[in-house]
């Protein structure tokens, strides 16, 4: 069993949409959690950095995080064809100095107008 | 803030020979880089974490003679693959992970590599 679950998708949603995305995890010593948007043949770009459980908020991104159910969510409100991409989530632990990343396997997100 | 840059974005190399990717921090200093590969349509596979002056660890199953790594300040690291083959051809990213509070990681925008 894979450390990180993530659904790689296809996940299509018309324009306007929310895209709801999450992650599961088995590791209860994860304690950061990130979310990425790659385009083909790009570097990850980070979307979202969040400590511990909680909400947070950016713009049109939320992301959650719920540490008891080992389990982190991703939405994109108003959603754009522009977001159409894929969208990876990674996490790491405290006790980690060197801060490796554990990575899922990835979302295809497509964005239809 | 936080771009990291790499070069070439894309290279192609005969077989047998050598190739070098350069990874920067442009805009802040970077105690570790990670270097990553990524075969299409699959997530990042970690090859090696490199820190400043020191020795990369490299991850189970990379060989550490044929990817050569150098992390030679805190805004510079570089991948040589030597000899290079064309199971050697991928996508290669680095990421570098910011020495402030947080440490957050951001990534290049890649290389590919294509050994014929």
């Known amino acids: 069993q894979k450390e990180v679950e993530q659904d790689p998708g296809p996940l299509s949603v018309p324009e306007g949409a929310i895209v709801s995305l999450n992650c599961t995890y088995s590791?209860?010593?994860?304690?950061?959690f990130m979310w990425y948007r790659q385009y083909s043949r790009k570097g990850p770009e980070l979307l979202m950095y969040t400590y511990s459980s909680g909400n947070k908020e950016d713009g049109r991104f939320t992301a959650q995080v719920d540490k008891s159910s080992k389990y982190i969510s991703l939405f994109i409100r108003d959603s754009q064809p522009s977001d159409s991409a894929t969208y990876l989530c990674a996490m790491r632990m405290t006790t980690d100095s060197w801060g490796k990343l554990q990575f899922g396997a990835g979302t295809q997100v497509v964005v239809t107008p | 803030g936080a771009v990291v840059s790499q070069h070439p974005s894309w290279v192609i190399c005969k077989s047998g020979t050598s190739v070098k990717i350069e990874c920067r921090s442009l805009d802040f200093q970077a105690t570790t880089m990670f270097w990553y590969r990524q075969f299409p349509k699959q997530s990042l596979m970690l090859m090696a974490t490199s820190n400043e002056g020191s020795k990369a660890t490299y991850e189970q199953g990379v060989e550490k003679d044929k990817f050569l790594i150098n992390h030679a300040s805190l805004t510079l690291s570089t991948l040589t693959v030597t000899s290079a083959h064309p199971e050697d051809s991928s996508f290669y990213i680095c990421?570098?992970?910011?020495?402030?509070?947080?440490?957050?990681?951001?990534f290049g925008p890649g290389t590919r590599l294509t050994v014929t």
């Open positions: 990421s570098a992970r910011d020495r402030g509070l947080g440490g957050e990681q951001y």
């Open positions: 590791n209860s010593a994860f304690q950061y």
